[in-house]
């Protein structure tokens, strides 16, 4: 059984939190994050920490209890830290620029690509690598995963987007299978 919802969360230095109606807000150097808290799940502080205690050990509140303290650890790390995800662009001719409030990529087909890039995302471009940065780790992970699914990396050659730790399974090519002979049709 997981322990997680018994964790207690320190609080940053420079970080400020209000908790009024379920609702938690927290303000910090990055941004400000907010997030609406079952109303079975009991917020609890100090100074420099948070708790979080369930109502009753019914199934869906155990659940809810280790959800909510990660949701809730997430937010303050997002304020201080930040999250981050970098992204590798693999084929030949392939590459993305910033222009304006655009990621525009050049992927293989017969027409650049134009991404929007949302307001609380930063997105930096070096060479081949892309890295998608927020507060929010839910929404830089959504945004990384748009990007990602323009071109997926394909099995044969590895071309596309893929996260950098991401490992391509390579597949043969045709070739490689009809190498001997008498492996064909007729005579």
Same mark, same amino acid.
């Given at each position: 059984?997981?322990? =997680?919802?018994?964790? @207690?969360?320190?609080? @940053?230095?420079g ?17 400000? *994050?907010?997030?609406k ?5 009991? *917020? ?5 920490i948070?708790?979080?205690? #369930?109502?009753n050990?019914?199934?869906n ?6 959800? %909510?303290r990660? *949701?809730?650890?997430?937010m303050f790390?997002g =304020?201080?830290?930040?999250?981050s995800?970098k *992204? ?11 222009k ?12 650049p690509?134009?991404?929007? &890039?949302?307001?609380?995302? /930063? &997105? $930096? =471009?070096?060479k081949?690598?892309? %890295?998608?940065?927020?507060v929010?780790k ?6 990384? $995963? ?14 596309? &987007? #893929?996260? &950098?730790?991401? =490992?391509? /399974? ?15 049709g007729?005579?």
């Amino acid at each position: 059984m997981s322990r =997680v919802g018994y964790l @207690p969360i320190e609080i @940053p230095e420079g970080v400020k939190f209000e908790f009024k109606n379920n609702i938690l807000e927290v303000t910090g150097p990055l941004g400000k *994050l907010s997030r609406k808290i079952p109303s079975s799940i009991k *917020l609890t502080s100090n100074k420099t920490i948070i708790t979080l205690e #369930r109502e009753n050990d019914k199934k869906n509140n155990r659940a809810i209890h280790g959800l %909510t303290r990660s *949701l809730v650890n997430n937010m303050f790390i997002g =304020v201080t830290k930040g999250f981050s995800k970098k *992204l590798v662009i693999n084929g030949l001719g392939y590459r993305a620029e910033l222009k304006d409030t655009n990621l525009i990529m050049s992927l293989g087909f017969s027409h650049p690509v134009k991404f929007p &890039i949302p307001e609380n995302i /930063k &997105i $930096a =471009v070096a060479k081949t690598e892309l %890295t998608v940065s927020g507060v929010d780790k839910q929404f830089v992970g959504e945004i990384a $995963a748009e990007i990602r699914r323009i071109r997926k990396p394909e099995p044969y050659k590895g071309k596309g &987007i #893929r996260y &950098i730790d991401e =490992v391509i /399974k390579r597949k043969a090519g045709k070739s490689a299978v009809s190498s001997g002979f008498g492996s064909g049709g007729g005579s």
